[in-house]
């Protein structure tokens, strides 16, 4: 057992007060050692200025042991070697009893704050190495496209991986592993014209062939994909050549070119066992490091680090930074917490800096900080389940609902809130409820918005509703099972690809609509997928959520922009599509004027 525990063992054994009359026999017992053992461990402690210990000679005799040093300030010292022996998990699991002192997390984020960013390393040819250390609170579970859930994976992973085309800083889309394209003139049958000279990660030239391997294993998948709607309109892909490559459309999809241009529809090569089937848990243990022809590639990667170093024969250029390590931190920073297809949670505690960068950041940073948005708005969404007989089956009953989130919205600015729940900001009268009994509803939610729920029904509660709370994994999330609940509470991230998204949002939500609405927006999407005219689609989108809205099937409930702020030591600042830093382009420079 390391000093750090051995000092957190005795604090939690012992508790706060200053002084305790203690034997060394009792000591050895608390910290499971012999007697010599204890005695060392006394020894050292004393000599870092830990404890004082005034001993007592004799069997049985007690000694005074006195704790100098707070138990959160050695959790967080603990926390800091971990990081270095890549142990974090463990030492994380060791000082979980402190990780909500607001004292530990200052003295982490301080200490994150020189640890992480930019420093200058030294290859093995003692060759100078740029590195970024980028910390992320999010775990990455997957970094293969088709496993993906996390936006944390997909902003890796789009270093990590191209499509046949991309969107630029101004969200057009351009050409990236496809040169050109052409498309026929009933819009069915497209044509891409790869590269020369492109390669993946372990050295195999790209091929047409590898697109038709991706796109076979995206319609073979039984998963619940993003974008599924868009992609189960490709009746076949081809290749025509080595480098060229056939689609054809069942019908007319509109929408296809900007799904090429997602994390979904990268392009993956076959490598062993990457065909096999992956189960949810032991992800990483389970699946083969990703190769891609990207700008980065992947070195390492397990629970607490993913290595990506710059791939020199990309061929777009070779990025500007050496490497970027991507650090877990399994302890609560300001840095968002966001889900690949629609969720993010924000975590309001002390401010930590996101590698020189951090996202949504505080009113109160520094004025050294440059502020930019990433052109990316987050949308938080309760829905109405209709497919599912119950209260909200009556029009009424889903109105008189309306009204209260809205009265709810006017009375507590800011709502919902992302702080510490508070069951005594929902103290407010809105008024009896019409109803003779309660209203049972049930909310299904992912575990990052159990805190919203909660405040919700309580806020609910003061207004004749009685609900319940289901949290389910995003796995659950994605199929039938919240279509067991009344309310759905999620949230939609509006990127540059905005139309995709929300025709992906309404073809999902269309999922909990009873026959009739159900109908209504499926044919309206059909209409979008169909309109070749951009004007056309953005009105059709906005008619179904004005629909949804009208008859209260769906509520707003908090719109965020989100925006990133950076150090001057930070150079060519630019933003992918989902509105993520763009690390082929970050480098820092090794002077001042």
């Not at 293969?144 to 944390?152: G, K, Q, R, V, W």
């Not at 159990?450 to 004749?464: F, H, N, T, Y």
Request: aromatic content about 8%; hydrophobic content about 35%.
């Amino acid at each position: 057992m390391k000093l750090h525990q051995q000092y957190l063992l005795l604090h939690s054994q012992l508790g706060d007060t200053s002084e305790h009359s203690i034997t060394l026999a009792d000591l050895a017992i608390l910290l499971d050692c012999t007697h010599r053992n204890t005695l060392t461990i006394v020894k050292k402690m004393v000599a870092l200025g830990w404890i004082d210990w005034h001993a007592q000679r004799g069997r049985g005799r007690r000694s005074m042991l006195s704790l100098l040093i707070p138990a959160d300030q050695i959790a967080a010292e603990y926390m800091m070697q971990a990081m270095n022996r890549r142990e974090l998990q463990e030492a994380a699991d060791q000082v979980r009893a402190f990780s909500n002192s607001m004292s530990m997390q200052h003295v982490l984020n301080q200490w994150l704050l020189g640890y992480s960013g930019h420093h200058t390393e030294s290859g093995s040819n003692n060759e100078p190495i740029d590195t970024l250390r980028l910390p992320l609170r999010q775990q990455l579970h997957a970094l293969d496209p088709l496993y993906i859930n996390l936006l944390a994976e997909s902003f890796v992973t789009s270093h990590v991986y191209d499509g046949l085309v991309q969107r630029d800083e101004h969200g057009e889309i351009m050409a990236c592993l496809a040169h050109t394209w052409d498309v026929s003139g009933d819009r069915q049958t497209w044509i891409f014209h790869l590269r020369k000279g492109v390669y993946f990660h372990n050295g195999k030239p790209l091929t047409a062939s590898d697109v038709v391997y991706t796109f076979e294993r995206l319609q073979s998948t039984e998963r619940r994909t993003l974008y599924r709607e868009v992609m189960q309109q490709v009746h076949s892909v081809e290749s025509l050549n080595p480098l060229t490559v056939r689609f054809h459309l069942k019908k007319p999809q509109e929408l296809f070119l900007s799904f090429l241009t997602t994390s979904r529809a990268v392009i993956v090569t076959p490598i062993s066992d990457a065909d096999k089937e992956i189960t949810p848990t032991n992800l990483i243990q389970s699946m083969p490091k990703p190769v891609g022809t990207g700008p980065f590639k992947v070195t390492a990667w397990d629970h607490h680090l993913c290595r990506l170093e710059a791939y020199p024969a990309y061929f777009q250029g070779r990025a500007l930074i050496d490497r970027v390590d991507i650090l877990q931190i399994p302890w609560s920073t300001s840095v968002e917490k966001v889900d690949e297809n629609q969720e993010l949670e924000s975590t309001k505690h002390v401010e930590s800096p996101f590698f020189h960068l951090v996202h949504n950041p505080s009113k109160t940073a520094s004025e050294a900080w440059t502020q930019a948005s990433s052109g990316v708005t987050v949308t938080k969404l309760l829905t109405c389940n209709t497919q599912k007989t119950g209260p909200l089956s009556d029009p009424g009953v889903r109105a008189y609902l309306k009204q209260c989130i809205v009265q709810v919205q006017e009375k507590v600015p800011n709502w919902p809130l992302h702080q510490e729940y508070k069951p005594e900001s929902c103290e407010h009268s809105l008024g009896p409820s019409p109803y003779d009994e309660p209203i049972a509803l049930h909310i299904a939610t992912i575990p990052q918005y159990r805190l919203d729920a909660e405040w919700l029904a309580l806020a609910l509660e003061q207004s004749g509703f009685l609900c319940t709370i289901r949290t389910g994994s995003m796995e659950q999330f994605k199929g039938d099972w919240r279509l067991e609940s009344d309310l759905i509470l999620f949230s939609l991230i509006q990127d540059r690809d905005v139309e995709l998204r929300r025709y992906d949002l309404f073809a999902t939500l269309s999922e909990h609509l009873e026959h009739q609405s159900q109908k209504l927006v499926q044919h309206r999407l059909e209409s979008i997928a169909a309109s070749p005219y951009a004007t056309e689609r953005s009105q059709a989108l906005s008619e179904i959520e004005e629909y949804l809205i009208h008859e209260h099937l769906m509520f707003i409930l908090s719109q965020k922009p989100v925006e990133t702020a950076y150090l001057p030591t930070v150079r060519g600042m630019s933003f992918n599509s989902q509105g993520w830093v763009n690390l082929r382009h970050i480098w820092f420079p090794s002077e001042k004027l």
